[in-house]
C-alpha cells in the first residue's frame, strides 16, 4: 500500500479486503476477535448513476470471515435479538422517527435479555 500512488478505496473495497484478512486469519488458526461493520458512500457506482451521484454501502464482516451487506447490519449478540426485528420492520423509506423508534425497540430487547448492559441509551444522527 502506498499512500501517494493516486488510487483511492471505497468502502466496497475496504469492505472485501477486511473479508480476506479475516478469513485468512481464521485458517492460520489465529482469528482476529472482532466483529467489523464497514459502512460508506460510494461514489459513481451503477445503482448512483441512475438516481444519484453516489450511493451507501453497509457490510458486517465477523471474525471468522463469514461477512454479508444489507441495508442493516448487526453484531454479537443483537445478531440473535435485533436482527429478526429489522428484518420484519425495517424498510429503506422509513422516516427518521420511526427508525429510531425500531432502534430503541432493537435495543429494549438486548437489554431485556443481557440486563448487565448499561441502561442508557443516546443516539448520534449525521446531519448535512
Known amino acids: ?3 501517494d500512488d493516486g488510487i483511492s478505496l471505497g468502502p466496497q473495497e475496504i469492505y472485501s479486503y477486511l473479508c480476506r484478512v479475516m478469513y485468512n486469519r481464521r485458517n492460520k488458526f489465529d482469528p482476529l476477535w472482532n466483529s467489523l461493520i464497514v459502512a460508506g458512500i460510494e461514489p459513481g457506482s451503477v445503482e448512483a448513476t441512475e438516481s444519484s451521484s453516489s450511493s451507501s454501502f453497509l457490510g458486517m464482516v465477523g471474525m471468522i470471515g463469514t461477512h454479508y451487506t444489507d441495508s442493516h447490519v448487526t453484531t454479537g449478540f443483537a445478531n440473535h435479538l435485533a436482527r429478526p426485528l ?3 420492520k425495517q424498510s429503506d423509506d422509513m422516516s427518521e422517527d420511526a ?3 425500531l432502534m430503541h425497540e432493537a435495543l429494549r430487547v438486548c437489554y431485556y435479555r443481557y440486563a448487565v448492559l448499561v441502561s442508557y441509551m ?3 444522527f449525521r446531519c448535512n
Open 122 to 124: 443516546s443516539c448520534c
Open 99 to 101: 427508525a429510531v423508534e
Open 86 to 88: 429489522f428484518r420484519e
Open 1 to 3: 500500500f502506498r499512500a
